[in-house]
């Protein structure tokens, strides 16, 4: 009787737990269906690409994704995405950020190294994983990459004799002047030897950053806090762009931006482009009167001393530190970066991974053939002074493209310019 | 006022037409470059014909079928037209006071009223982004119309302080005599000879607000609650930086048109304003 | 007498109840972000979310006041103020008098003179940015085509082409908004006192001096006051179309870059502050030379 009796209490306890854990499995996972919500891109064939992705691990998980639609500004973007942190909102898990935002972003974001292995880290580019990388934490995971590029017309090059891109910038203007000589008196009066960023926005920061570098003239603020750019070389840098101006550049250089470049260029205005490889794709397209014309290499040395540089771009995934829900945050964030959506990205939009082994990787090749010179580039990449920065990288961005901009107008002198964006440097590291 | 088709000198009136003539190109040539541009396929966007060579619908049925752009037309309307109702209704009522009862206060809110109107909107940007959230209104329709009260209704205390003002006295006494509440004078008196009035202030209260862009950017972040000025700064192409100046064109065409409609319709508002406003004896 | 005293009583009460309670909620709900501004200014504030506050005393403002950039701000901020509204109020007032005159086509002048109005400024700039681009602007190619220059100029490229093509912009706008005010001002002149002079022998130009003149002035400067007041605060159309170059940064721009751009709300609500206080000015010479009484 007392055998039954305990029997049966066993049985009960044992009935009572089976049905707790059964019904904490049922729980445990990532619970049934929470909704995440990722500001990111949204429109145009981009924005369908992330959407069918976040749709794909949805329907894997159980999860929603609502997705936030981003300004299409970068400033506008950080503006807003500023707003939710310091309101310390869990309104938004995932964020898609720029590569010089980190520093800014770093208090807000969980330390990714939290969800990824080393192995998995070390599989991205290291120069980008050290950008993101902001006192020990891992900010954000590289989602795809940009970095400066030299566009070149394959045709011109060949029909005014020459068999290779230029690998100094005082090659490239003798070869732009020839060019566009020609081709002006051929009857196009409207072409430029050389188009590029010249806008006193964060566009022009990156292409001055690539004279100066390539010129031997440092990185504005190096990682070590010193501010170098008072510097004879990044000096000669600023001044010979400001050459460029009026000769081989239109005047209204200094307020192109990445579009306004490449509408001129694909317009078949222009023997060279310096610009990110979006344009890319787009040059390719039959209706741009430079498709098949073309081809990418890394941007030239300032001198036969100098370095190719190429200024580094790119977005990133950051999983929000007011998230209430992490984890499943974090397995989006891996789920979008997998090997397998940059490669399919890689192949359908042409964007560049951040895996460099996806780059000789047979089927993206033989989509983009042309991604087999990007490899060089990157190697090259020269990352903005923003992680030494921090919150203040703006402050200093806004001093270099604002002196840069007045010395491409011939408003003030290369030295002058150098001795301004100094004194904002020195500021700001004190 | 000026009658030239009656008693003005064919020279005179030949130059009046050329100077309707000058503002008529002023005001529309942008408009109607843009016209065109909405109708220019993608490739030819850059070409320096004025005239192209090929016409195409593509932006159009584009923007239509972006269910964000039509909702933020749903939206800009929603709030535009809520702004300007609660601003004419609460904002005329008080410039009634302020411009006709007596008030020990006047000088002291006028210009508490101007100085409302003078914020710069960024600086006021965080704080109510902050008040927002603690009501609860942040990224919603009812939100954003208190912020943009925070300028409709000054201004249009203010505007309609001084038409009511510039009123003559004579009716309201005459209605006062006939034992008329203050309440009742404003109704049935005041109020109808201000239409013109009413109508200017309302009409540009609701251009401002359809047209706002910095808070609408600001407080709302789904796509469900966004107007229109946002959801066109954020068109794009494949990547981001490319512009679909097409697509951007087309959607201000269309956002235009409910404007034209308003004044189209409200203009003969005016004329019966105008021409009711003179006090007959 | 005593019916008197009870209606200017029954005046008095519904006055109180139509304003102060309308007032009291939207003081309160600009109060809040006032008091923010006025707490920040005093203090080092950066919004990373790490550095912590610190009160700096009048430091902020001393950085601004001897900050060269500042400084031209202002002085962009204040030519194209005073070129913008002067040009807004002579055309807006020469539109007004063209649009209620009696003339065949008068309803199609009204409705196009809104149109400028009507289009958001961030597309409008846009289009106009667009028009004056050096190579592909309609501007530039028929100033080529009629051979009035050579080579193509790039307006938005430095502030002696920029400014005029910004304020020419904001006229293009902005004209409307006075015009309509001021037609209003107008429609409330009543038609019989130009006919009486008329009669009397006065001649158009005598009449618009003596009579449409002085008539309009209080809504002209009810015009005035909130166009100046505006202008002072310009933001989107520097924005779009000269954004960021630092020679051609109005006060707001540079409010907002200092706020949201370097994070610093310490710096960018002293400078707010500091904007309101010119602004204060502007609206206190303004009611003491013109006749609009505040009783």
Redesign the interface.
């Known amino acids: 009787m007392l055998l039954k009796k305990s029997f049966t209490r066993r049985n009960a306890l044992h009935l009572v737990g089976s049905v707790l854990a059964a019904s904490l499995i049922a729980h445990t996972g990532f619970g049934a269906g929470v909704t995440l919500r990722f500001a990111s ?7 369908a690409f992330i959407k069918a992705l976040c749709d794909e691990w949805s329907q894997k998980t159980g999860n929603k994704v ?1 997705i ?9 973007t950080l ?2 995405y ?2 939710y ?3 310390k ?1 869990g ?1 938004v898990d995932v964020y898609q950020i720029d590569v010089i935002w980190q520093s ?1 972003a ?3 974001a969980v330390d990714l190294k939290k969800y990824f292995k080393a192995d998995e880290i070390s599989q991205h580019f290291p120069r980008i994983i050290d950008n993101n990388t902001v006192n020990g934490k891992l900010v954000s995971i590289p989602w795809f990459t940009d970095a400066g590029t030299l566009y070149y017309r394959t045709d011109l090059l060949e029909k005014y004799g020459y068999k290779e891109p230029p690998k100094t910038w005082e090659e490239l203007a003798e070869m732009a002047k020839k060019i566009q000589d020609g081709e002006r008196k051929a009857g196009k009066p ?1 072409f430029q030897g050389f188009v590029f960023q010249g ?3 964060e566009s022009v920061t990156c292409n001055a950053l690539e004279w100066v570098y390539s010129y031997g003239g440092g990185v504005i603020i190096e990682p070590d806090k010193k501010v170098t750019i008072n510097n004879p070389n990044a000096i000669k840098a600023l001044d010979t762009a400001r050459s460029w101006v009026g000769s081989i550049s ?3 250089v ?2 192109y ?4 470049a ?3 260029w ?2 078949g ?1 222009a023997a060279f482009m310096r610009n ?1 490889p ?1 344009a890319y ?2 040059g390719q397209d039959p ?2 009167a430079v498709a098949g014309k073309f081809d990418v290499t890394v941007l030239p040395k300032g001198g036969d001393n100098g370095k190719n540089a190429a200024c580094l771009g790119g977005w990133n995934l950051m999983v929000s530190g007011y998230s209430k829900n992490p984890d499943a945050a974090a397995d989006l964030v891996k789920y979008l970066d997998s090997a397998d959506a940059q490669k399919k990205r890689a192949i359908d ?1 042409s ?1 560049l991974p951040t895996l460099p082994a996806l780059y000789a990787d047979p089927e993206v090749l033989a989509k983009n053939p042309w991604f087999k010179n990007m490899v060089e580039v990157f190697k090259n990449a020269v990352a903005r002074p923003s992680t030494v920065t ?3 990288y ?2 200093i961005s ?1 001093a270099f ?3 840069v ?2 010395v491409l ?1 011939g ?1 003030e002198s290369g030295k002058d310019a150098v001795q301004q964006v100094e004194r904002v440097g020195k500021r700001l590291v004190r | 006022m000026k009658d030239p088709d009656s008693k003005s000198s064919p020279v005179l009136r030949a130059l009046f037409y050329l100077l309707v003539l000058v503002i008529l190109v002023f005001n529309l040539f942008p408009f109607l470059y843009a016209v065109v541009s909405s109708f220019r396929p993608s490739s030819e966007l850059f070409s320096t014909d004025l005239i192209p060579k090929s016409l195409t619908f593509l932006h159009y049925s584009e923007i239509f079928r972006d269910a964000r752009f039509v909702a933020s037309l749903i939206n800009s309307i929603i709030v535009a037209g809520c702004t300007v109702a609660i601003a004419l209704a609460f904002g005329s009522l008080c410039a009634y006071a302020l411009g006709r009862l007596p008030f020990r206060f006047k000088g002291f809110v006028l210009y508490l009223v101007l100085t409302m109107t003078m914020f710069p909107q960024i600086s006021v940007l965080s704080g109510l982004f902050v008040m927002l959230k603690a009501l609860n209104l942040f990224n919603t329709r009812q939100g954003l119309i208190m912020t943009y009260l925070i300028f409709s209704l000054p201004f249009t205390i203010w505007v309609m302080t001084q038409y009511f003002r510039s009123l003559p006295r004579e009716l309201e006494e005459a209605a006062y005599v006939d034992g008329a509440s203050p309440l009742a004078v404003f109704w049935q008196v005041l109020l109808p000879l201000t239409v013109p009035g009413l109508v200017s202030t309302g009409l540009l209260a609701f251009i401002a607000a359809w047209n706002e862009f910095l808070f609408a950017l600001t407080f709302t972040v789904t796509d469900n609650m966004k107007t229109v000025p946002v959801v066109i700064s954020q068109f794009s192409g494949a990547t981001s930086y490319e512009q679909p100046w097409g697509s951007i064109m087309a959607a201000s065409m269309v956002v235009t048109i409910p404007l034209v409609i308003l004044v189209m319709i409200f203009q003969y508002r005016i004329v019966a304003g105008l021409t009711a406003g003179a006090v007959k004896g | 007498m005593a019916k008197q005293i009870d209606l200017l009583e029954r005046q008095r009460r519904l006055a109180w109840f139509l304003i102060v309670p309308a007032v009291f909620v939207v003081f309160l709900v600009i109060g809040y972000p006032l008091i923010q501004v006025l707490l920040y200014s005093v203090l080092k504030y950066k919004l990373d979310g790490v550095t912590p506050a610190s009160f700096v005393g009048l430091s902020n403002y001393l950085f601004i006041l001897t900050d060269p950039d500042f400084w031209l701000a202002v002085q962009n901020t204040l030519i194209f103020s005073v070129c913008s509204v002067t040009l807004e109020c002579v055309l807006g007032l020469a539109v007004a008098l063209v649009a209620n005159s009696k003339f065949k086509g008068r309803s199609i002048l009204r409705v196009a003179i809104l149109i400028p109005w009507a289009i958001p400024t961030v597309v409008s700039s846009k289009i106009w940015a667009w028009m004056f681009n050096d190579i592909y602007g309609v501007v530039n190619v028929l100033l080529i085509n009629f051979h009035l220059i050579s080579q193509k100029i790039a307006f938005l490229a430095t502030p002696a082409t920029a400014l005029p093509v910004i304020i020419a912009v904001d006229v293009w706008k902005t004209t409307p908004f006075m015009a309509l005010l001021l037609l209003a001002g107008l429609g409330l002149i009543p038609g019989d006192l130009y006919e009486a002079a008329s009669i009397d022998g006065a001649s158009k130009i005598r009449q618009f001096f003596s009579l449409t003149l002085p008539l309009v002035m209080p809504t002209l400067l009810v015009a005035l006051i909130f166009r100046t007041l505006d202008a002072l605060r310009v933001f989107d159309i520097f924005y779009v179309m000269v954004g960021g170059q630092g020679n051609m940064a109005t006060m707001a721009i540079y409010n907002q870059q200092w706020l949201v751009s370097f994070l610093d709300a310490g710096i960018g609500s002293a400078a707010s502050v500091i904007i309101l206080v010119i602004i204060m000015v502007f609206v206190v010479l303004y009611t003491r030379f013109s006749k609009t009484s505040f009783e």
């Open positions: 891109d949204s429109s145009g064939t981009g924005g609502e936030i639609s981003r300004p299409q500004d970068a400033t506008a503006q807003q500023q707003q942190w310091a309101a909102s309104d800014i770093g208090p807000h409207d806008k006193a926005s239109p005047a209204g200094v307020t931006g990445e579009e306004e490449r509408n001129v694909q317009a205005n990110w979006y794709a787009l209706k741009s939009l964007l921090g919150a203040d703006n402050q806004t493209f604002q002196n901009n007045k107008t408003g």
